[in-house]
């Protein structure tokens, strides 16, 4: 008898201590529910409008009657000003308060929607992008960082998970809401949906956010904030010029020559600083370098082909804005479904065997959209897109996971902004490259320019997509370089 009632008592103790312990759980879960809400309001705020841009730059460039190669720019600009605010992101978190910073992000984005929505030419949107992308720089990192500490012990996993689904939905939606703006309403609600939204952010973070504490922060490696930005920059300029005014033009000489001289004081800054901006003393591990050259490629292919494929839609095929989001779908799915996958067959079989299966993928995209003409059905269009998407997806986030396993411990702290910069940056050349193909093959034909016929853009598209698949083949054959995973770890070991 007293066994039994010992026994119940044990059940009760351990049905309370269960209890007690999804109280606690759940308990933990609502203090955090609050900031949550805020800080994925600002992201999602930011990656919809990410993607959204894209679709409507036939429309931009016909709006202030630019060319693609100018109006590109209100897209890379964007990403050079996310790749010049990124690496001091931890800084400014560290020295004034993450949830300050956060704030001040979401409402200089907010700030630069609104003096998009009034811009009367091609360069005031491009400078107010580049506003734009400032403050969306600063979102993503703040928000994974408070996140993480705002999750409780044992529960960061789940509170990640939560945050994933509209990570994946902001991309997918961003084509398709921005499409029917344009086509039913005007390109300026692009940029007018996110005031609302940018000032609940703002109101949800300012009552809700707590205050992060600042930290010691080092020296600010102020010639890196100078001279990385400008190398870029003008590098990425003396391309777009070399397209619109020839590569022996002023302009893309003094570009080029600018943004190479910018770039050698920028590397022999960072090498000399104690605490530099960017740790460039991590290429010395040749598995990095390898791991991160493989990455700059697929971005420079995603990237670029993300830019010219609703391009593509729009002025090869005819369809209008909301189409071509509806038609970019697919890729986002096949992005959605294929990630998952990736993620666990780099823990089963390493890096490689993704790499020359996504690069593959994306080759295969971009020559299938190469044979696409203008009279071609839509039927055409699904597989190239589907295969672009698993392609990218199979290798990104495992690619990114590989590179933090290939750095040197020792510099692994550093390695995130490295990659997260250099990664935008690879973005801002893969965009204006593909531009700046695809205007000096419209050039090539003598009834080319705004107007042109749907055979002469589907031509100059067909050779601007080889150009893709070219860029996929190294990316292949960098692939067969890389070791795995397994043998990064003890490599990296004997390297440093």
């Avoid at 993620?343 to 299966?357: A, E, Q």
């Avoid at 039927?379 to 997806?393: E, F, S």
């Amino acid at each position: 008898m007293l066994n039994l009632i010992s026994k119940k008592g044990g059940n009760l103790v351990s049905i309370q201590a269960k209890v007690a312990m999804k109280a606690e759980k759940t308990q933990s879960l609502k203090t955090i529910r609050g900031p949550l809400i805020a800080i994925i309001i600002g992201m999602f705020m930011v990656m919809l409008d990410s993607t959204a841009i894209n679709i409507a730059i036939p429309i931009l460039s016909n709006e202030f009657n630019s060319s693609l190669s100018v109006i590109q720019w209100s897209v890379t600009g964007y990403i050079l000003a996310e790749a010049a605010i990124i690496p001091i992101a931890g800084w400014l978190s560290d020295r004034f308060g993450a949830n300050r910073i956060f704030v001040i992000s979401i409402g200089l984005f907010t700030f630069s929607s609104i003096l998009c929505v009034f811009a009367t030419n091609a360069g005031q949107f491009v400078a107010f992008r580049i506003m734009q992308g400032l403050g969306g720089g600063l979102v993503m990192p703040l928000s994974m960082a408070m996140i993480y500490r705002l999750s409780p012990p044992g529960k960061v996993g789940a509170v990640m998970g939560m945050i994933g689904v509209p990570s994946l939905l902001a991309p997918a939606l961003g084509p398709i809401v921005a499409g029917w703006l344009v086509n039913f309403a005007s390109w300026h609600y692009i940029f007018i949906i996110n005031i609302p939204v940018g000032l609940i952010g703002v109101i949800l973070c300012l009552k809700s956010l707590p205050s992060f504490e600042r930290q010691a922060t080092a020296p600010l490696d102020i010639l890196g904030i100078l001279f990385g930005p400008l190398a870029f920059a003008a590098l990425v300029y003396g391309v777009t010029q070399g397209g619109d005014s020839g590569w022996d033009s002023t302009n893309t000489i003094i570009g080029l020559a600018v943004g190479v001289l910018a770039l050698l004081i920028f590397i022999i800054a960072e090498l000399r600083q104690q605490h530099p901006l960017i740790e460039l003393r991590v290429f010395r591990s040749r598995v990095f370098t390898r791991s991160i050259i493989v990455v700059w490629i697929s971005g420079i292919a995603y990237y670029g082909t993300l830019f010219i494929n609703p391009v593509f839609l729009q002025e090869v095929k005819g369809h209008n804005a909301f189409e071509a989001g509806m038609l970019m779908l697919p890729q986002a799915i096949a992005s959605a479904v294929f990630m998952p996958i990736g993620g666990r067959l780099f823990d089963g079989f390493g890096i490689k065997p993704l790499v020359v299966t996504g690069m593959a993928f994306i080759g295969i995209s971009a020559f299938l959209l190469s044979l696409i003409s203008a009279k071609d059905g839509v039927g055409m269009l699904i597989l190239p897109l589907v295969l672009l998407g698993a392609g990218i997806a199979l290798q990104g986030m495992s690619l990114n996971a590989h590179i933090m396993q290939a750095a040197p411990q020792h510099l692994i702290g550093r390695v995130s902004s490295l990659s997260g910069a250099s990664q935008q940056v690879m973005a801002s050349f893969g965009i204006a490259g593909l531009a700046t193909i695809l205007t000096e093959r419209l050039k090539d034909h003598p009834e080319s320019g705004v107007q042109a016929p749907n055979e002469i853009w589907s031509q100059a598209f067909s050779e601007t997509f080889l150009v893709v698949m070219a860029v996929a083949i190294v990316g292949i054959i960098l692939g067969f370089m890389i070791d795995n995973h397994k043998t990064d770890e003890k490599q990296n070991n004997n390297e440093t």
